[in-house]
């Protein structure tokens, strides 16, 4: 192959930034054009590639579960535009806004229902970020490309890419470029908001859309993202003001943005559009929950020394930080470099460095101002990290932090292009693109690092091929150790049209339609790991090592009973807190449960209540329509005995809790009242 030498004065288009700034292009031929093409042609390559190696997501069908069963449901409500949240957080709150899921639902509608090219909604979905993905990381190359005079930089990028992907995937299986979990979703279009950000920067008005439409996707995908995108879009703005802004005055700056500007404000108005629908519905609202959250996790969570260490992690290439962050001592470099890609890649990033400081040592050298500023955004994301992480509360995981990753490719990218431009080293365009064609190859000696890894879960498709075609509308009643697993089995349902309800602490994962309100006309649908004695009318519909996987209509009680809030013959409704109790009451809330015709020889019974009130806020006790009396702050247990008529034989009863004055406490927007946690019906006197 031969290498050629760029003239020695490469030919520069005019910047509002000066000589520093230039936008360089290759000598002899049209810069953009040429990039693009060849950017293009690295793209086709890469992900034919991937494709093949990936060919099982055209035949073989992958039932959502876990996490992926979560957002599916939200991805159903997209396609129907019924969508305002994004995906939900353990911290109970759901990510400010649903643009991942309006996108799935296209890819979804598209290569499934449209062109049936895949088999299963999940496929679909895995198909839909890997174009978006790819999209994403040839974008930002293209970027580079146009500013590199070097033919050989769209080749060595795509190169250095692909071994970049190889090591993250060999640390997390299959999360970068395949994988549809969200935290690994946002670690390429941060990429590419950084790169564009820099295009802005040094005066590209027109790129301005690009720069807002990733940012708000970046904003949609997760609550931390605002300190991020806010912060580099502010630097962005502001360094075009000075160089720029101030040569041409802001009239002419506005006048010649006019078009960017618009099409950047109806990009706003689309982005906050559901947010804003869902403040006005709903009361509490996903903001208020997001603030409460933050407003309970004020000042530092984490000291300053771990929270270095966790940054420093991910040049290690760690998975499991949080439990490595715990280990006295912590051990990170040889946690890192113990495995040979991870040596291999350091060796490769010192390499380019001591070139880059070579190059950059020759009096000659000229660094253009578009570099610069990159750099001056990799060290702002990496401050902005640093202090991200010491605010961060919970268990410092690798996930939290994985689009981080993506500055250590637009670092390596960033040291390639100075280094070629420098040593002016080109190829004929041809050959670049031959080479663009045939880098990809190796992935195909080394398909571990390309392959999709979230291949389904063989108990979630046992449980969902057992599901009963005519079971009816059924309550999901499940521990919460089996909640990831049920959520497969839930969304199965809903693709299904099987109508369904859970109860109220599991909310924020489902719509508000998809709560139980009543037990009329429910069979309990029982996942669990603790046996259960099962007699028809119950049915045992799949049982192993691991669940049993149950049918069971609510069953008609007798006295003595004992109600909790995780009983499974009872239905509990509006009651916020977790699967095991105690849980906190709404201003109504109610305890349903069915009685047998002979549930008691007694002509009176006790009612014992388990709970508490809160100060200032009576709790109102009624059973089926008799108010029993109030409870005030105070007592763990309170007894009423009542005749035995006020019970409803062989039918349904309800226990009503009401506090009239239920409200928010402190941070916490949920609107709270009585803290209950159990109920005993028992025959009086005994």
Not at 586 to 608: E, G, H, I, K, P
């Amino acid at each position: 192959m031969a290498v050629a030498r760029n003239p020695p004065h490469p030919v520069e288009t005019p910047s509002a930034l000066g000589p520093e700034s230039k936008v360089r292009v290759d000598a002899g031929n049209t810069g953009f054009s040429s990039s693009v093409v060849a950017a293009c042609v690295a793209a086709a390559a890469f992900l034919v590639a991937l494709l093949i190696i990936n060919h099982s997501l055209f035949t073989t069908p992958i039932h959502a579960y876990s996490d992926f069963a979560a957002n599916g449901q939200e991805i159903e409500r997209a396609k129907h535009f019924r969508q305002m949240l994004g995906n939900y957080s353990r911290w109970g709150f759901h990510h400010p806004g649903p643009a991942f899921m309006y996108i799935w639902a296209f890819g979804e509608a598209f290569f499934r229902e449209f062109l049936h090219l895949v088999p299963a909604n999940m496929n679909a979905h895995i198909l839909t970020i890997i174009l978006l993905n790819t999209a994403f990381l040839f974008g930002t190359i293209g970027i580079l490309a146009r500013r590199c005079t070097s033919r050989l930089f769209v080749p060595v990028a795509l190169g250095l890419s692909l071994f970049f992907i190889y090591v993250l995937n060999q640390t997390v299986a299959g999360s970068a470029i395949l994988s549809i979990w969200m935290p690994h979703v946002l670690l390429f279009p941060f990429l590419f908001f950084v790169a564009v950000s820099a295009v802005v920067a040094i005066g590209e008005v027109s790129k301005l859309p690009w720069l807002v439409l990733t940012g708000l996707l970046l904003l949609h995908g997760h609550a931390a993202q605002p300190l991020f995108v806010g912060g580099l879009t502010i630097m962005s703005l502001v360094t075009l003001w000075l160089v720029r802004g101030r040569i041409v005055g802001l009239r002419p700056l506005l006048q010649e943005s006019l078009q960017s500007l618009l099409v950047s404000l109806v990009l706003v108005v689309i982005f906050a559009l559901p947010i804003v629908v869902d403040v006005f519905l709903h009361h509490p609202n996903n903001v208020q929950a997001i603030m409460a959250y933050n407003a309970q996790h004020q000042g530092l969570q984490n000291k300053p020394r771990v929270s270095l260490k966790y940054e420093v992690s991910f040049l290690d290439f760690v998975p499991d930080t949080d439990v490595l962050l715990k280990q006295r001592p912590t051990h990170l470099m040889s946690a890192g470099g113990s495995k040979p890609y991870v040596a291999i890649y350091w060796c490769v990033a010192c390499l380019l460095l001591g070139l880059l400081v070579g190059v950059c040592a020759r009096r000659e050298a000229r660094i253009p101002a578009f570099f610069k500023y990159l750099a001056l955004e990799i060290a702002a994301v990496v401050a902005l990290f640093y202090v991200w992480t010491l605010k961060m509360a919970g268990p410092l995981f690798n996930f939290n932090g994985y689009f981080f990753y993506g500055m250590q490719l637009l670092a390596l990218l960033v040291m390639v292009a100075i280094i070629l431009d420098a040593l002016r080293l080109s190829v004929r365009p041809g050959i670049a693109l031959a080479l663009c064609a045939l880098v990809p190859l190796p992935m195909f000696a080394a398909k571990s690092g390309f392959r999709n890894a979230w291949t389904g879960d063989p108990e979630t498709d046992r449980l969902i091929a057992s599901l009963p075609p005519d079971m009816g509308p059924v309550h999901l009643a499940f521990p919460g150790q089996n909640w990831l697993t049920m959520l497969g089995v839930v969304y199965q349902m809903k693709l299904e049209h099987q109508p369904f309800c859970v109860d109220e602490v599991w909310a924020p994962a489902f719509a508000p339609a998809e709560v139980c309100r009543t037990m009329d006309g429910l069979t309990n649908l029982v996942l669990t790991r603790t046996p259960i004695k099962c007699m028809s009318p119950c049915r045992v519909l799949s049982k192993d090592d691991q669940f049993e996987f149950l049918l069971m209509p609510y069953p008609f009680l007798r006295l003595p009973v004992t109600v909790t809030p995780e009983n499974i013959d009872t239905l509990n409704v509006s009651f916020y807190g977790s699967d095991t109790g105690p849980v906190w009451s709404s201003r109504r809330s109610a305890v349903y449960f069915r009685l047998a015709t002979d549930f008691s020889s007694a002509s009176q019974v006790r009612v014992n209540l388990l709970g508490s009130a809160r100060p200032g806020q009576p709790a109102r006790i009624s059973l089926n329509g008799k108010v029993l009396g109030m409870i005030s702050a105070g007592p763990d247990s309170t007894d009423f005995v009542i005749d035995r008529s006020v019970l409803l034989a062989g039918a349904e009863n309800a226990l009503v809790i009401e506090v009239d004055n239920a409200k928010p406490s402190g941070d916490d927007p949920r609107t709270l009242g009585f803290l209950w946690s159990g109920l005993q019906l028992t025959a009086a006197g005994q």
